[in-house]
């Protein structure tokens, strides 16, 4: 019976990843959405995607070599590797396709689009004195969280992120290039609003 156990135990190992991993892979999945669709990634949050990263990673690759190995030995439970293919890929797929949303910015474009209601009657209901919000106050506005708020004349411009060194978010120009402040740089977004990145 322990027999049966022991030789039962590296089947289910190498026959394909478990429920598990595919879970904890979709959670990594939604988390990297999060993350790369702001306009800049913050640091910290950076380094817990890569950490989860590496720890799925290292366990499928281990998984992998194990399943190799063992079915060089034991060709008879070669079935149970190719009867579910598509679990072996789903790792790699996940980090293709999140690399492919950061790459295009597709994900940003979609969270700017549900929040753009949100953002549009925010800029609208700031008064011409606006002063900006004070150091540590934070408010949703759509799905971004807005640390920062400042007012230069007709422009209204956000911090959504900390990027390390630098600040990211978003800035709402009605007429033309919004004001570069010290180092800031805009790449435009749509219409009257563009991602603004402000450097020390």
């Known amino acids: 019976m322990e027999e049966a156990k022991a030789s039962s135990f590296p089947r289910r190992f190498v026959r394909s990843p478990g429920k598990v991993e595919l879970i904890l892979t979709a959670v990594w999945l939604l988390a990297a959405a999060c993350v790369y669709s702001n306009v800049g990634i913050d640091f910290g949050y950076w380094l817990l ?4 990263l590496l720890l799925l990673g290292g366990f499928w690759f281990l998984r992998m070599v194990v399943a190799i190995f063992w079915f060089a030995m034991k060709p008879q439970d070669r079935k149970g590797l190719i009867g579910r293919p598509f679990r072996w890929v789903a790792l790699p797929a996940t980090v293709v396709l999140t690399l492919a949303l950061a790459v295009t910015h ?5 969270r700017f689009q549900v929040s753009k209601p949100a953002l549009n009657e925010f800029v609208n209901s700031v008064p011409a004195d606006f002063a900006g919000w004070e150091y540590g106050r934070s408010q949703w506005i759509g799905l971004f969280r807005v640390t920062e708020a400042e007012r230069h004349g007709e422009v209204v411009r956000f911090i959504t992120t900390a990027t390390w060194l630098d600040d990211a978010g978003l800035a709402y120009s009605p007429n033309g290039n919004p004001p570069r402040i010290g180092e800031d740089t805009y790449h435009q977004l749509e219409g009257s609003w563009w991602l603004w990145y402000r450097s020390w």
Do not use: A, K, R, S
Not at 106 to 110: F, M, P, Q, R, Y
């Open 106 to 110: 597709v994900d940003l474009w979609v």
């Open 49 to 52: 995607l890569n950490g989860g």
